[in-house]
């Protein structure tokens, strides 16, 4: 939410596996699921990737890619449970705008969020999609899940959720929502190789 192609996580990817002939790309993509659907689809018939990453709530969109292993870093796969029922929030006048502000994206080529009813409305079905795309297909799944990631609190992130539909297929490790950078080289990128491999 709010990342984009110059996020730090693709950056440090691109700058520890860009000398082993792996090819780390990122792109930006709209704020409303079915829009970003579509571009992650086209994205994926252009480039067929070896392998899917996918972090926070783009967790979701990278659930609903099949045929292609994903690595998936803090998943927070219960935000639309949040967005859903706060979505009539937005029909005030002036909530939208404030949202905006107070989420605004860092400069670069980050995913632009605008917070509007209808948008929100449709992570439901982007959800229930995501949660069901991906069970029984074969395809590998495998999440790293921060020990200290405060999204848990609220369950955002939860291991009962994750558990319910991807059984034991994660690892938690001693970092937050942001995965610092120690995990990243000493789980993340091991993890990488050992896929593509």
Known sequence: MGGGSDSRIPSILNDRLNGQDIFVTA?????D???????????VEELKPDLVIGESLGVLHALRITGIPRLLISPALN??????????????????????????????????????????????S???????SSVGTGDFIFAFIGKR??????????LRTWKKHFGKSFQLYDGTHFTEEEYIDSLVIPKILEVLK
């Open 33 to 43: 699921p079915e829009e970003a659907r579509g571009q992650i689809e086209s994205w």
């Open 27 to 31: 792109r930006t993509y709209s704020f």
């Open 79 to 124: 935000a639309p449970l949040y967005f859903v029922p706060l979505a009539w929030m937005t029909l005030i006048p002036g909530v939208t705008w404030i949202f905006d502000r107070i989420y605004r994206p860092r400069e670069g080529d980050r995913q632009p969020l605008h917070f509007k009813f209808r948008t929100l409305r449709k992570y439901r």
């Open 149 to 158: 990631d405060h999204y848990r609190r609220s369950g955002v992130v939860s």
């Open 126 to 132: 982007h959800r229930k999609a995501a949660l069901s």
